[in-house]
């Protein structure tokens, strides 16, 4: 049997990755004008990208999962 990805997990990371691509940008752009706005958006950016690592962790725990069960 085919290891079975959940790839809505998968595309939230992505979607999620996209923000926070623009969070960081935000941050670089708005640095030199406005220092709390663009730490804000680094504590944000940095929220989501543990959100995406739980995903990512989740989906490799599956895959390992199965593939054990395959052995």
């Known amino acids: 049997m085919a290891n079975q990805i ?3 997990k998968l595309k939230q990371a992505e979607a999620a990755s996209s923000i926070v691509k623009d969070m960081i940008t935000s941050a670089i752009e708005q640095s030199a004008a ?7 958006a680094l504590k944000q950016a940095s929220s989501e990208v543990a959100q995406i690592q739980t ?10 999962t199965q593939s054990t069960l395959e052995e």
């Open 6 to 8: 959940d790839t809505n």
């Open 34 to 40: 406005n220092t709390t706005l663009a730490s804000e």
């Open 55 to 64: 995903l990512i962790s989740q989906v490799q725990s599956q895959l390992q």
